[in-house]
């Protein structure tokens, strides 16, 4: 069954750096999504990629984040100088509208800024 | 706007009861989805179901059961028979659909089931 891969699992980093999570979603889809879930705390929407451009975008997803879709496969997430804040497990998902519109999720990006 | 409440925060039970994870929400649409994901302890967001507001009739899979109520705004869960795989975080989400490229889904904020042995 195809999925939605994410890479890395888990990244350490220093306040400060710049950190690209990865994603690759579901070869068909056309729409791309990254979610955050601090822990213990609900999924919130950040962004919607949609045709080479964010399509919306939250409040939390400020200057400080980007998104990217380099080639014809991979869908990035750029957070340009982290904060203790960040510290969240980052969700990548794609959909077919095609095929009725559900949201299929990645396994997640466990990101720690210390 | 959109809002999805889980008004139960965790669940015990034990195992071989049935529970029920209520969902409540709010839209102003008139077109709308349902969702339910899972979420193990290993933290993945499993797809359970999608329900789209023009039809309302109750799903059964296997020991889930879905309860869909337009007149009072409610998508509730029911699992039969638990087990403790069940033992999870279940989220509701929300979708409208008054624009496609704003389709983007609203959790609750989930509710902690526990199943004992």
């Known amino acids: 069954e195809p999925e939605v891969t994410q890479t890395p699992s888990h990244q350490v980093t220093q306040m400060g750096q710049e950190v690209i999570l990865r994603c690759v979603p579901i070869?068909?889809?056309?729409?791309f999504y990254w979610y955050r879930q601090i822990l213990g705390q609900k999924v919130e929407f950040l962004v919607s990629?949609?045709?080479?451009?964010?399509?919306?975008k939250s409040e939390i997803f400020d200057d400080q984040f980007s998104v990217e879709r380099p080639d014809g496969s991979n869908f990035t997430l750029k957070i340009r100088s982290t904060k203790l804040e960040d510290s969240a497990m980052y969700f990548c998902?794609?959909?077919?509208?095609?095929?009725?519109?559900?949201?299929?999720f990645g396994e997640g990006s466990w990101l720690t800024v210390v | 706007a959109q809002k999805v409440t889980q008004a139960q925060t965790e669940i015990s039970v034990v195992e071989k009861e049935d529970v029920t994870l209520d969902c409540v929400y709010e839209?102003?649409?008139?077109?709308?989805?349902l969702f339910w994901y899972k979420q193990p302890p290993s933290g993945e967001l499993v797809f359970l179901i999608r329900?789209?507001?023009?039809?309302?009739q109750n799903e059964i899979s296997g020991r889930y059961s879905w309860n869909f109520q337009k007149s009072t705004s409610s998508f509730n869960f029911t699992i039969t028979a638990s087990q403790v795989v069940d033992s999870a975080v279940y989220f509701c989400a929300l979708s409208e659909d008054w624009m496609d490229s704003s389709y983007k889904l609203i959790f609750g904020s989930g509710t902690r089931l526990l199943v004992r042995p």
């Open positions: 839209t102003r649409d008139t077109t709308y989805y």
């Open positions: 329900r789209n507001s023009f039809d309302e």
């Open positions: 070869s068909n889809h056309l729409y």
């Open positions: 990629f949609y045709n080479n451009e964010i399509s919306e």
């Open positions: 998902a794609s959909r077919d509208r095609a095929a009725g519109n559900t949201i299929y």
